[in-house]
């Protein structure tokens, strides 16, 4: 059973710096597809970023491209979500998600075919 676990949110001022990590654990993490994920209060949860498990390819959501990037480090089964230049609007509980069935180069963009997810952290970004 794959286990992710999201680190890295809290409250920040409108202009800011995160860094979120996410560790997988339980499974064969450099074959893994993953992406991040965001649900802000009242509304759907939304595609934010994803990179496949070569790492050779990586995309966005065109409200944080040029200001989040994706990252991942296979030696330390972990992805990493930096966002800079942060906006109230980035306010949401953000997720990873990992999905095993995509080849070396291929990302996933829809949140119902990832096969894992974890429980989320917090961001909060004051104006």
């Known amino acids: 059973q794959v286990q992710l676990v999201e680190s890295g949110g809290e409250l920040v001022q409108a202009g800011g710096s995160l860094r979120l990590s996410c560790v997988a654990s339980?499974?064969?993490?450099?074959?893994?597809?993953m992406g991040w994920f965001r649900q802000a209060p009242g509304k759907g949860r939304e595609f934010v970023s994803a990179i496949s498990w070569s790492g050779g390819t990586t995309d966005y959501a065109d409200s944080v491209k040029g200001r989040f990037t994706i990252s991942r480090d296979n030696a330390k089964n972990t992805v990493y979500l930096q966002m800079n230049s942060l906006k109230p609007e980035d306010t949401a509980i953000y997720y990873c998600a990992a999905d095993s069935k995509r080849e070396p180069n291929t990302i996933v963009i829809v949140s119902n075919l990832y096969e894992y997810w974890g429980q989320g952290t917090q961001v909060s970004v004051s104006s």
């Open positions: 339980g499974g064969t993490f450099s074959r893994y597809a």
